[in-house]
C-alpha cells in the first residue's frame, strides 16, 4: 500500500490576499531524476513510489495529491537594494504543508511548475541546471548543519524551455518549514495592511517561535528573526559559502537558507569573491554578506514599524533590537571560528589569530576549505592519520610564524588531544559542492547522464569524511575548471 502523507494547510487558510489559487501547469512526459529516500520517509512518502511513473506526475504537478491546497504566495522586495512592491511565487507553487513524525510542520512546494499571477512575463518553468544545482547545495548545506531549504525530488519535464539556448526543463520537489520571507512583511506593511501584519506576525510567532513571550508580539518576531539569521550567515561565513542574492525575499522568517540560484562556494579565499552574474557591484560578496543581512532585517523592522507602535520607548526597545544583529553575529561566527582553530577556552587575543590567518589565507590564495581541515589535520594525535588532506594540501611556508603562534595557543588550551582533533574534524569539512564539479554534473545531465549528479550528491552526504578515493571531490578546480559566474535559472 503506497504511504502518503496527510497535509494540514495553515497557511492557505489565511485571508485570499496573502495568496492566489493556482494550479500547476501539466508538462507532456515528467520523469523522476532522483527522490531524496530519508526526507521522504521523515516527511511520510512512500519514496519507492515517488520514483514510479504515477509518483513523476505527482513530482511534475500534474497529478494532485488529496489533501493538497496548490497556491501561490505573495510578496514583495527589496531586490539589489532597490524596492519592488509586488513579486510572488512566479515559477513556483506551494502545494500544502505536512506534518513530520515528530509533528514538525513543513512545506511541500513545486519550483519550475508553470505561470502564477506574480510571473511578471515569465514563463513560470525551470531549466534542468538551477534544478539540479538546487538539489546539490541544499542537501550538501544539510549534511553540513545549515539550516536550509530541502530536496524532497528533482523531476525532468519532456519539454524544453528557453533561455539563452534551449534547455531540458525541471521541477523541483522543495520542502522548507515555510517560504514566509522578509519580503510578505514588506508587501503588506507598503499596503498599509496593518491587519494583514498581525496575523502574519500570530501566524509566524506560532509556526517558529511558539515558545517566546508576546508581550509584544512584532518586537518578539524581530528579536527572534535576528537570533536565527545571525547564526545563519555565520555558518555561512565559516564555511566559505556566498548565497550570492541575498534580496529581502529571499530571506526566510523560520531562519533556513533560501535561494540556491547564483550561490557558490569559495575556492581559494577572497573577501571580496563574487560569482553571481547580475552582481556587477559586489553588493553580495562574501565579506559583504553580515552587514548586508543587517541591512535586511532593517527592512523587517521597518516592515513591522505599524504593528510595533510609535510609542518612544517601544520605538526604542526596537531600535536596540535591531542595533543588537552585529553583536550577536560576531558572537556566532568567533564561537564557530574558535571551534575551526580548535579552541575551547577564551583569550583576547584568539581574534586576531583567526583574523590573521584569513589574511595569509587571502595573500597566498589558498584553498578555504582544506586550509581549515589541514590544520585538524595537525593535531592529530599519533596514529590517527585517517581522513588527512595531506596529500591534497601543504600550508605554504608563509604560514610558520602563524601556525607557531597557534601551537602555543593550544598548549594553553584545556581540550585534550584526541577530543581538539575529533571536534575540529566535525567542524572542518573536507568535502564541499565544488562549483566546477556542479558545472560539470549540469553538463552531463543536459546530455542526458545523470551519472556525475548522482555521485556528487551521494559524496557530499559525508562531508567530514574523507578517505581515499575521494581526491577529484576534495580538491579545487584547475584553471580550465574554473567557475567565474553562476546564474539565477529565472
Known amino acids: 500500500m503506497t504511504t502518503l502523507p496527510d497535509f494540514d494547510n495553515s497557511y492557505a487558510s489565511l485571508p ?19 527522490v531524496n529516500h530519508a526526507l521522504a520517509r521523515q516527511l511520510g512518502f512512500d519514496a519507492t513510489w515517488l520514483e514510479t511513473a504515477e509518483g513523476a506526475q505527482v513530482a511534475v504537478g500534474n497529478q494532485i495529491l488529496e489533501g493538497a491546497t496548490p497556491i501561490a504566495t505573495v510578496y514583495a522586495g527589496h531586490q539589489f537594494g532597490g524596492w519592488n512592491p509586488q513579486l510572488g511565487d512566479g515559477r513556483a507553487i506551494l502545494l500544502g504543508e505536512v506534518l513530520d513524525a515528530d509533528g514538525e510542520r513543513f512545506d511541500v512546494q513545486l519550483k519550475g511548475s508553470g505561470r502564477t499571477p506574480y510571473s511578471r512575463g515569465g514563463d513560470g518553468r525551470s531549466p534542468l541546471g538551477p534544478v539540479l544545482r538546487e538539489y546539490i547545495v541544499s542537501e550538501a548545506m544539510a549534511a553540513l548543519g545549515v539550516p536550509t531549504t530541502r530536496s524532497l525530488a528533482a523531476a525532468s519535464t519532456g519539454e524544453t524551455v528557453r533561455r539563452e539556448r534551449e534547455l531540458p526543463g525541471a521541477v523541483l520537489m522543495r520542502v522548507a518549514r515555510s517560504h514566509i520571507r522578509i519580503g510578505t512583511l514588506e508587501y503588506f506593511a507598503a499596503r498599509r495592511d496593518t491587519d494583514a501584519l498581525e496575523i502574519l506576525v500570530d501566524h509566524v510567532l506560532s509556526r517558529h517561535y511558539p515558545t517566546v513571550d508576546r508581550t509584544e508580539p512584532a518586537l518578539a518576531l524581530l528579536d527572534a528573526v535576528i537570533g536565527r539569521q545571525s547564526a545563519l550567515v555565520a555558518q555561512w561565513q565559516l564555511l566559505g559559502f556566498i548565497h550570492g542574492v541575498m534580496n529581502t525575499d529571499n530571506v526566510l522568517l523560520s531562519g533556513e537558507t533560501i535561494d540556491y540560484g ?37 527592512s523587517l523592522a521597518r516592515a513591522l514599524l505599524p504593528v510595533i507602535g510609535d510609542d518612544d520607548a517601544v520605538l526604542q526597545r526596537a531600535q536596540d533590537v535591531l542595533d543588537s544583529f552585529p553583536d550577536r553575529f560576531d558572537s556566532a561566527y568567533r564561537t564557530g571560528m574558535a571551534h575551526k582553530l580548535g579552541l575551547t577556552s577564551t583569550e583576547p587575543q584568539d581574534v586576531e589569530l583567526a583574523d590573521s590567518l584569513l589574511t595569509l589565507m587571502q595573500s597566498t590564495k589558498s584553498d578555504f576549505t582544506l586550509t581549515f581541515r589541514r590544520l585538524a589535520d595537525l593535531v592529530a594525535p599519533d596514529g590517527e592519520s585517517a581522513g588527512s588532506v595531506a596529500g591534497l594540501l601543504e600550508l605554504p611556508g608563509e604560514f610558520a610564524q602563524w601556525l607557531e603562534r597557534w601551537r602555543a595557543r593550544l598548549d594553553r588550551d584545556p581540550a585534550s588531544p584526541a577530543d581538539r582533533y575529533s571536534a575540529m574534524r566535525r567542524a572542518n569539512p573536507a568535502l564541499i559542492p565544488r562549483n566546477h564539479l556542479i558545472a560539470a554534473a549540469i553538463d552531463d545531465a543536459e546530455r542526458g547522464d545523470f551519472a556525475a549528479f548522482h555521485a556528487l550528491v551521494d559524496v557530499l552526504e559525508n562531508p567530514f569524511d574523507y578517505t581515499e578515493g575521494l581526491e577529484k571531490y576534495a580538491v579545487g578546480p584547475r584553471p580550465d575548471e574554473r567557475v567565474c559566474a553562476t546564474f539565477c535559472g529565472t
Not at 19 to 30: E, G, H, M, Y
Not at 265 to 273: I, K, N, P
Open 262 to 298: 547564483p550561490c557558490a562556494f569559495m575556492d581559494e579565499y577572497d573577501e571580496a569573491e563574487v560569482f553571481s552574474s547580475i552582481d556587477h557591484q559586489g553588493r553580495y560578496a562574501y565579506g559583504n554578506q553580515p552587514p548586508i543581512m543587517h541591512w535586511n532585517i532593517s
Open 16 to 34: 485570499d490576499r496573502f495568496f492566489s489559487v493556482q494550479l500547476p501547469d501539466p508538462v507532456v512526459a515528467p520523469a523522476i531524476i532522483r
